[in-house]
């Protein structure tokens, strides 16, 4: 593929080389992209807030490479911050009207890792209210949409995140991921989005999702992602429930490729998720792209308790949190749907709750085995395409499980690594994506796969024409 001229357009790794070579400055690559945000994002409409620091900090970073003396991996690269995460000096939002506009004191831990390395956060990205819903809209910053299609949605939670990804809005974008949060809009916005070993990347506060949520990378290529994670996935003493730190560059054996590997075709999770002909063909797509550079494909079944009924508790007892901590006053500032899955699923007690949890522990054993002679999992990402961007959301405990995110829950569950690659684009022109998984803790097997994916299906780089419909220069189309 030809590399782009247009810094906006270039992958983290591509500005890195031009900044060693002094070829590029981190301020031009930082006025490319916001260039770029001041002509699409009123329509995309990714933002939360900007940074208006952003140009003094990519001067910084300009004066470092000049000196020879790079702060970290990422010094000078562009990146932004989903609105659920604390960023030091802006509020955190989290896409809701009954929320605090207090700015936070201090940085989760995802952001700090950036900008430990250097990243220039040039804003914090919209999210769908709480992260509690595929579609891209929150009651605070209204709709998000895609920039491949202004008429369909980026998805979810992780919405301005995806959205600014396709836009080419910078090449590094935090995401988060309780039940597929970063991989439904990696899936709709033809990214890679890494939702990593529960762990991995230390998360303070902890949010509703503790228990299943995880922030992750989201970028146009697997070895950003890789690198991206390499700055994250840093021990923080604030959550009591990080791994050991485990210093290292995730690019190391990226392209070992998958020659030998057992890759298991999965299509249940204790239930049949749909998928529509498109996702099916992807799939297929996939699959023989696996078996052509090396792997054993085969299909099978992990045997695993319905996904479904453990995850609608996790989500309930969650919704219902939110609904009870917030004052009774401001609760009618809340997207309605939070309080009708409160209603209709927050209410069990202790015993049915931890018996959910016992629920879920089976279902990481039957993983954990079913590992045992597999690989690598592959399975579809999402039922459909990104679907129309002002859909009301109706029935949210059913569009759940049937619309939204029936093929990405299970691994939060799970707790492994699981990463959403395209494949594709269908014949309307829309990305679509599988899912590769590994077990847990083998986030670097996930990558490997991942990384072979996208080299043998050579998607091309989407970019915007003047109406904001997405025109790639070719396509590699699933049927």
Known sequence: MTQPTDPALMTAEQLLALYARRALSPVEALRAVTERVARYNPWVNAFAAMNPRALQQAGESEARWMAGRPLGLLDGVPATVKDLLNMAGFPTRRG??????????EDAPAVLGLKREGAVIIGKTTTTEFGWKTPGDCPLHGVTRNPWNPQRTPGGSSSGAGAA???CFGPLHIGTDAG?????????CGLVGMKPSYGRIPQWPHGA??????????????????????AMARFDLRDPVCLPDEKRDWRCGLDDGVKGLRVAIVRSFGFQPPLDLEGEAALRVAATLLMEAGA???EADPEMPDARAIFSRVWGVAMARLWDQTPEDRRDLLDPGIGDVARQMGGMGAADFLGADMLRLQAAHAMARFHQRY????????????????????????????????????????RQPAIAVPVGLDESGMPRAVQVAAALYRDDLALRAARALERAASLPLANPDETGQMQPPGRHTVN
């Open 96 to 105: 809701s009207r009954a929320t605090d506009a207090t700015p936070a004191t």
């Open 165 to 167: 990804g396709a836009a």
């Open 180 to 188: 597929g949060s970063i991989r439904i809009p990696a899936a709709y």
């Open 209 to 230: 999702f503790s228990a299943v949520a995880c922030a992750g990378p989201m970028t146009r290529t697997v070895t950003d992602a890789a690198l991206m994670f390499s």
């Open 296 to 298: 054993t494909v085969e």
């Open 375 to 414: 690989d690598l999992v592959l399975t579809a990402c999402t039922p459909t395409a990104a679907f129309d961007a002002d859909t009301p959301t109706l029935k949210p405990a059913e569009a759940l499980w049937r619309d939204w995110a029936p093929w990405t829950f299970a691994f939060n569950l799970t």
